[in-house]
């Protein structure tokens, strides 16, 4: 289970990685970074479903996207 600190920690931690970022393309890849590793978190805490979740976002994106 996470704690509020570690919620802390992290949001200060891709907070930094978004400020450090200079292009859109750098942003997504820390986004996409940072939503990986909420949902590996979530599996540790017995919530796999975390990953169908993210997959569903991913393939709308793309379906939207792809034309």
Wanted: charged share 25%; net charge positive.
């Amino acid at each position: 289970m996470t704690t509020p600190r570690q919620t802390q920690n992290r949001a200060k931690f891709w907070n930094a990685r978004i400020s450090e970022a200079k292009t859109d393309q750098e942003r997504a890849t820390v986004w996409q970074n940072a939503c990986r590793t909420v949902a590996a978190q979530a599996e540790k805490d017995g919530r796999p479903e975390v990953w169908a979740e993210l997959v569903k976002h991913l393939h709308a994106f793309y379906r939207h996207h792809a034309g």
